[in-house]
């Protein structure tokens, strides 16, 4: 009984890792962008629905490109470090994640060989399959649950994160003028 929990929980341990790794979070970085690219689109709907002046229009376009532009370079320049110790924080998580997996291992083992020689019998090819059949099964409920829910789950009010973006557009003209 032990030794089917153990085995079982190792193979599950082993699968969610790797399954995050490999393609929840190319599922989440795959709809932030979809969310960002439909923030987007919304706010410059609602700007195009604003009756302006077509010179009006335009002015309010070269203000908005203009810093966009000015200050495209200096963004980059000053998230680079930010984004250089995210990625260096991330690769921490995911070496110390692959290190857990193989501590969970080798403990697995270890406990197995302790049932063994204190006469539990059990066969590990059966509680192998066992567990292989369990974890279909789970991979069917995280995949199902990302691709039909987590997928489509709109994460924050897009209305409230436009009145924000629009809100630093206009401070930023503000203090530009």
Known sequence: M??????QSCI???FLTIFFYTYVSSIEKEEYQHQLERLVDDFFKSVDSISLQ???ENIVKMIIYGAI?????QLDENT???????DQMNSKVIDQSYSIVIIYIIMSLIFLFILYKF????????NLKEG????FFIFVVEFSFLNLI???YIASNLNTVKTMVAQVIINYVNNRM
Do not use: H, M, R
Not at 80 to 86: G, M, Q, S
């Open 12 to 14: 599950v341990f082993i």
């Open 54 to 56: 077509k010179d009006k």
């Open 2 to 7: 032990y030794s089917i929990a153990i085995t």
């Open 132 to 135: 292989l059949f369990i974890l």
């Open 80 to 86: 680079k470090e930010t984004a250089n110790l995210i």
């Open 119 to 126: 006469g539990d019998c059990f066969s590990l090819t059966d």
């Open 150 to 152: 987590a997928k489509n």
């Open 69 to 73: 532009d000015t200050e495209e370079d």
